[in-house]
């Protein structure tokens, strides 16, 4: 199977987004098909990265502001739970922010780890069709490592 890439620089930082699979996939799915690194057999080309970037920014700054309210909230829990620690034993475990602000930490870390904060700036775009492989569970793209890919996959998300 192959899926047509395009890939760009950040500062120092390499990544390259799939372009074939952008609309199989849910919202806040898409900024795992951002992922870092440089594929093979990519050639210099005018395909416009500004979209996606745009729409990938936008979940970034709402992945943010959903972690940072969940902090809040966690905070709030355990000031309130903190002078009973010792009168009656509970843990925290199920509470609703860990597992509401869960895929939204995921996707703001992803994002962290790939392209930084910078969203505005970019080099030039080279694509082009590249292969993908899937190795002992983990998926390739152009012989590159893809941990966006295989999370995706893990979840079912992306089938390949």
């Given amino acids: ?3 047509y ?3 760009s620089t950040v500062g120092k930082r390499r990544f390259f987004i799939d372009l074939s699979n952008w609309d199989r996939v849910g919202r806040l799915h898409k900024p795992f098909l951002i992922n870092s690194g440089w594929p093979q057999g990519l050639t210099p080309s005018a ?3 500004g979209k996606y970037i ?3 920014e ?3 700054r709402e992945a943010s502001g959903a ?3 969940a902090e809040k909230d966690f905070v709030k829990a355990v000031s309130k739970l903190w002078p009973l620690r010792f009168i009656l034993p509970m843990r925290l475990e199920n509470v609703d922010f860990f597992r509401d602000a869960r895929v939204y930490w995921e996707v703001k870390t992803h994002l962290e780890n790939v392209l930084g904060k910078r ?3 970019w080099g030039e775009v080279y694509a082009g069709w ?3 492989e899937v190795k002992n569970g983990a998926v390739y793209i152009g012989g590159v490592p893809s941990i966006g890919h295989t999370y995706l996959k893990m979840i079912n998300a992306l089938s390949l």
């Fill in 119 to 121: 969203f505005d700036m």
């Fill in 58 to 60: 936008e979940i970034y």
């Fill in 5 to 7: 890439i395009a890939a």
């Fill in 47 to 49: 395909v416009d990265i």
């Fill in 67 to 69: 972690v940072r309210a």
């Fill in 54 to 56: 745009g729409e990938v």
């Fill in 130 to 132: 590249a292969a993908v």
């Fill in 1 to 3: 199977m192959e899926v």
